[in-house]
């Protein structure tokens, strides 16, 4: 069972364009929502994260947009650039779970000049 | 990354070999995780460790075993390899003093033919 859902697979934005990766979550009991950037032949960073207590969450060109009634949770990046080419995963996880995190399934991004 | 090393990078097996594939971090870190990644599927936790003491299945510990051998070394074992378990896999670390980040390593790219 997919307890997160992430869309879509799949992204190209124009440089200087807006890029947006959607994920849905099932578990109401979540309370950490991070999203992970990787880079072809690297592993998984964290990128930005946001607990449920607020409903946006901004770090320089990357905002995480959360809605707790609709179990849904967005990354925006502003100002696209090509170096934000990479694979986005979105996750959740329970806090005192030991960061236990479950991961959607991914969304690449390309960004084109 | 470099805190967090896999060996090897890259791996081709066949099927039937028992095969070891090993995390080791400078970290500090208590807690260990092996995660597998395939297109399409995201990431998905095999198996975790709280400390050297505690081994936990994750979603998808079939057909793998693990050893914690010390704080800052987690193995991942794949007692008789199939070809479905062709996948890159991930060892990551995370502790209380991380929050829940979680710091993955480069991982390994195995092919079991």
């Known amino acids: 069972q997919q307890q997160v859902k992430q869309s879509p697979q799949s992204l190209i934005v124009q440089k200087g364009g807006i890029s947006i990766i959607n994920c849905a979550y099932e578990?109401?009991?979540?309370?950490?929502f991070p999203w992970y950037q990787q880079f072809p032949g690297k592993g998984p960073a964290l990128l930005i994260a946001?607990?449920?207590?607020?409903s946006e969450k901004k770090e320089g060109r990357f905002t995480i947009s959360f809605n707790k009634s609709a179990k849904q949770f967005s990354l925006h990046i502003m100002d696209s650039q090509p170096g934000d080419s990479a694979t986005y995963f979105c996750?959740?996880?329970?806090?005192?779970?030991?960061?236990?995190?479950?991961f959607g399934t991914g969304t690449r991004l390309q960004v084109t000049l | 990354d470099a805190d967090v090393t896999q060996t090897p990078r890259n791996r081709i097996t066949k099927t039937g070999k028992r095969i070891m594939l090993e995390c080791s971090q400078t970290?500090?870190?208590?807690?260990m995780y092996w995660y597998r990644q395939d297109p399409g599927l995201g990431l998905r936790l095999i198996y975790y460790?709280?400390?050297?003491?505690?081994?936990n299945k994750g979603e998808i510990s079939d057909g793998y075993s693990v050893s914690r051998q010390a704080q800052a070394k987690f193995s991942l074992s794949l007692e008789s390899a199939i070809p479905n378990q062709t996948a890159l896999y991930f060892c990551?670390?995370?502790?209380?003093?991380?929050?829940?980040?979680?710091?993955f390593g480069p991982g390994t790219r195995l092919l079991v033919l």
């Open positions: 990551a670390t995370s502790d209380q003093g991380s929050g829940e980040t979680q710091y």
């Open positions: 578990n109401t009991a979540f309370d950490y």
């Open positions: 946001i607990r449920p207590d607020v």
């Open positions: 996750a959740a996880s329970l806090t005192g779970t030991a960061s236990k995190l479950t």
């Open positions: 970290k500090g870190h208590d807690r």
């Open positions: 460790s709280f400390d050297v003491k505690d081994i």
